[in-house]
């Protein structure tokens, strides 16, 4: 089975790129000095395949640590064994990090939710 060109993937699953980035703008947090609706067009000027992969990462991120910074920080500084004055500085820190560098930080099991699933092509014997 061949892979799906993004914009393939875009049609078949959520109908047009404008309801994608609405869910997206939806879902996301709207940078500071924007309106959602600047947001929303922002994210339509965006690729197909950077829409996917940000959907994919929301996703993965929300059904991991509820779509909460804090449940993350606190699973990366356990993973870490952090603790005292380097705990406060590194969530201090980590209050700039998006949801990506967030979930690549948290480890394996957070990333594999994120990645897109392939299947790997059976060996011919």
Known sequence: MTKMAPLAVVKKEYGTKEKLAGQL?????VPEGKTREQFQKFLQ???????LKLKRVEEAFKARFGGKPEKAVS???????LTGKAADAFKEQAQGFSKARLLDLAGPEATAAAKPATK????KA
Do not use: C, H, Q, V
Request: aromatic content about 0%.
């Open 75 to 81: 699973a990366i500084l356990e993973r870490r064994k």
């Open 25 to 29: 703008a939806s879902t996301m947090d």
């Open 45 to 51: 000027g965006l690729s197909n395949t950077k829409l």
């Open 120 to 123: 790997k092509p059976a060996k």
